[in-house]
Nanobody, 124 residues
Framework: VQLQASGGGLVQAGGSLRLSCAASGRTFSIVWYTMGWFRQAPGKEREFVTAINWNGGSTSYADSVRGRFTISRDNAKNTVYLQMNGLKPEDTAVYYC????????????????WGQGTLVTVSS
């Protein structure tokens, strides 16, 4: 199973980025999983950003990103997205996508699969 995150880069404060997470594997389908995004800034612990349930009917967000970030998924494409608007310098981090069979997508230790991460840098 591979989760390939992409779309990171350098953006000015107030700008936008869209991250993608493409899942692959012989029989792996994200339809069976809650999908989440976490991030880790330099010198800090990995933190929850957002998660979406199997059909997109339920989402959760960290307080720090609610109203600015939007998670979505396309099960047919085996892909999850993170639209990030109104970016701030404090959003600078490596962003990881992950998959869990747990209904609660906020707990990092519940995740079964992790991607390699994509770096987002927001300049002031």
């Amino acid at each position: 199973v591979q989760l390939q995150a992409s779309g990171g880069g350098l953006v000015q404060a107030g700008g936008s980025l869209r991250l993608s997470c493409a899942a692959s594997g012989r029989t792996f389908s994200i339809v069976w999983y809650t999908m989440g995004w976490f991030r880790q800034a330099p010198g800090k612990e990995r933190e929850f950003v957002t998660a979406i349930n199997w059909n997109g009917g339920s989402t959760s967000y960290a307080d720090s990103v609610r109203g600015r970030f939007t998670i979505s998924r396309d099960n047919a494409k085996n892909t999850v997205y993170l639209q990030m608007n109104g970016l701030k310098p404090e959003d600078t981090a490596v962003y990881y996508c992950a998959a869990t069979r747990s209904r609660d997508g906020t707990i990092a230790t519940s995740y079964d699969y992790w991607g390699q991460g994509t770096l987002v840098t927001v300049s002031s």
